[in-house]
T-cell receptor, first 118, second 115 residues
Framework: AQKITQTQPGMFVQEKEAVTLDCTYD???????LFWYKQPSSGEMIFLIY??????QNATEGRYSLNFQKARKSANLVISASQLGDSAMYFC???????????????FGQGTILTVHP | GAGVSQTPSNKVTEKGKYVELRCDPI?????LYWYRQSLGQGPEFLIY????????DSGLPNDRFFAVRPEGSVSTLKIQRTERGDSAVYLC?????????????FGPGTRLTVL
């Protein structure tokens, strides 16, 4: 089973509008972390935002916020006031504690390509 | 400060050859990770180091792949008898420790092409 599912292969948004990128996850571990990364056409993975499974508040970082719905196992990224430079691939990723072993690897989804139109 | 660096940025080799890919993590970062990203896919975990030792190598696809980090800083991913299916972008990341909240910072990747 897929641990991270991103169901939107591509999304389009008008400049200055808000957009939501979907991410659902699957884990039986009560302790986990969720990350969003941006990958522009240059290829480098850029960290955007982090949400811990025990965090009570939704994470926010500037124009990025994470809509964390634990019972639904979803961690959607909301980008407000989209800019042309936001056009990129976006990946959702999860880090699990894995039952006694230490935290380590990230498991990534398939990604969503976001295109911002002027 | 300097980010994660990877060399070479591009590597073209012939099937059956041996290649080495290098990663220089952010100074002071004790954890180092290797991922592989095929075209149109998310990165897939290969191996991670805590200090000099490989803490988890469960993602290495077979025994042609090997990685070292002898002094706890620079790491080298080694691929023997390369196959066309090994063609991908190899990403390296580092983090301060290996805690749940620790963010992994990625390098620009090495694009490997096996002809």
């Amino acid at each position: 089973a897929q641990k991270i599912t991103q169901t939107q292969p591509g999304m389009f948004v008008q400049e200055k509008e808000a957009v939501t990128l979907d991410c659902t996850y699957d884990t039986s571990d009560p302790s986990y972390g969720l990350f969003w990364y941006k990958q522009p056409s240059s290829g480098e993975m850029i960290f955007l935002i982090y949400q811990g499974s025990y965090d009570q508040q939704n994470a926010t970082e500037g124009r990025y916020s994470l809509n964390f719905q634990k019972a639904r196992k979803s961690a959607n990224l909301v980008i407000s006031a989209s800019q042309l430079g936001d056009s990129a691939m976006y990946f959702c990723a999860m880090r699990e504690y894995a039952g006694g072993t230490s935290y380590g690897k990230l498991t990534f989804g398939q990604g969503t390509i976001l295109t911002v139109h002027p | 400060g300097a980010g994660v660096s990877q060399t070479p940025s591009n590597k073209v080799t012939e099937k059956g050859k041996y290649v080495e890919l290098r990663c220089d993590p952010i100074s002071g970062h004790t954890a180092l990770y290797w991922y592989r990203q095929s075209l149109g896919q998310g990165p897939e975990f290969l191996i991670y180091f805590q200090g000099t030792g490989a803490a988890d190598d469960s993602g290495l696809p077979n025994d042609r792949f090997f990685a070292v980090r002898p002094e706890g800083s620079v790491s080298t991913l080694k691929i023997q008898r390369t196959e066309r299916g090994d063609s991908a972008v190899y990403l390296c990341a580092s983090s301060l420790t290996r805690g749940q909240t620790d963010t992994q910072y990625f390098g620009p990747g090495t694009r490997l092409t096996v002809l």
